[in-house]
């Protein structure tokens, strides 16, 4: 019984009280941390399901109305009506003017997505099968982001969203993502920023999020891409300009390294070769 009452409860839990993962039978949004995903809670909230609600109440209620109404056993005679021009004109129209409502606020934000504010910082996100390869290219950072394996995870951290390698951002700035893959087709999400793109492989989609709060995001590979679509989860840590900083310094060490003995050695070969 209380079993019942925990899982009712969480379905009417307003969305704002989930965090920044996916929770056992949540039914809305994930908590929004940036201007974009606000925009389409509320149009969701606000505009998309109370439209939706009251169609479908709407419809329901003619159905029930004309059962009954025009059942059998009170219309011994049928009726031969049929056509109605006021009544066509009406349904013709009114579902016409409900698109044109919604479409005004959904291009809105659809349009503010597409347009990419003076970045203040750029990520590169590449989809391999079955990983996320990130680069900061004003930064020479490249790393690879790999799931840790059920049985590797620590305390707290969620089953099949953790990875080894997180990518890291500074709250407040805006971030410019280039995304990319390497194989086949793999796209990049992070529901809390609202984010969602494709990444096809030879060709770079753009994208872009301020996150409102600092705080650890998890995100999953949304495009069918193979066996293991399902292990290549996305981690973003949205820190503090100092705590950034901090990183980027760490990881220019840690990341930077390989890679650019990687390239001497390529230039090297390639030079051997002619
Ligand atoms: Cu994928």
Same mark, same amino acid.
């Given at each position: ?9 969480f379905l009417i839990t307003p969305t704002t009280l989930l965090g920044?993962?996916p929770k056992?039978w949540q039914l809305g949004f994930q908590k929004s941390?940036?201007?974009?995903m606000?925009?389409i809670v509320?149009?969701h909230d606000?505009?998309?399901l109370? !439209? =939706?609600?009251? &169609?479908?109440?709407? /419809?329901?209620? $003619?159905? %029930?109305? @004309? ?18 021009? !006021? =009544?066509?004109? &009406?349904?013709?129209? /009114?579902?016409? $003017?409900? %698109?044109? @409502? ?89 529901p809390s ?82």
């Open positions: 019984m209380f079993k019942n009452f925990f899982y009712i409860f920044n993962e056992d941390a940036s201007k974009s606000s925009d509320w149009f606000y505009m998309l109370p !439209i =939706i609600t009251a &169609i479908t109440a709407f /419809v329901l209620f $003619l159905l %029930l109305y @004309v059962c009954v109404r025009y059942r059998a056993s009170r219309n011994k005679i049928a009726s031969t009506t049929s056509h109605n021009t !006021i =009544i066509e004109v &009406i349904w013709t129209l /009114v579902p016409c $003017l409900i %698109l044109i @409502v919604m479409a005004v606020p959904s291009f809105k934000v659809l349009y503010s997505q597409d347009e990419i504010p003076k970045a203040d910082v750029t990520i590169k996100a590449i989809g391999y099968q079955w990983y996320w390869g990130y680069e900061y290219p004003d930064e020479n950072i490249i790393f690879d982001s790999y799931m840790i394996a059920d049985k590797d995870l620590k305390e707290n951290q969620p089953r099949l969203l953790t990875v080894d390698n997180e990518v890291y951002v500074p709250v407040n700035k805006v971030v410019k993502v280039m995304i990319t893959a390497n194989d086949v087709l793999h796209a990049w999400a992070l920023f609202g984010v969602k793109r494709d990444a096809v492989p030879g060709r770079i989609n753009e994208t872009w999020f301020k996150a409102e709060r600092t705080g650890t995001f998890y995100g999953q590979c949304s495009e069918l891409c193979g066996i293991k679509h399902a292990f290549m989860p996305i981690t973003v840590n949205v820190v503090t300009e100092d705590e950034y900083n901090k990183w980027l310094e760490e990881a220019k060490v840690k990341f930077a390294k390989d890679e650019i003995k990687n390239n001497i050695k390529i230039v090297k070969k390639i030079k051997d070769l002619r």
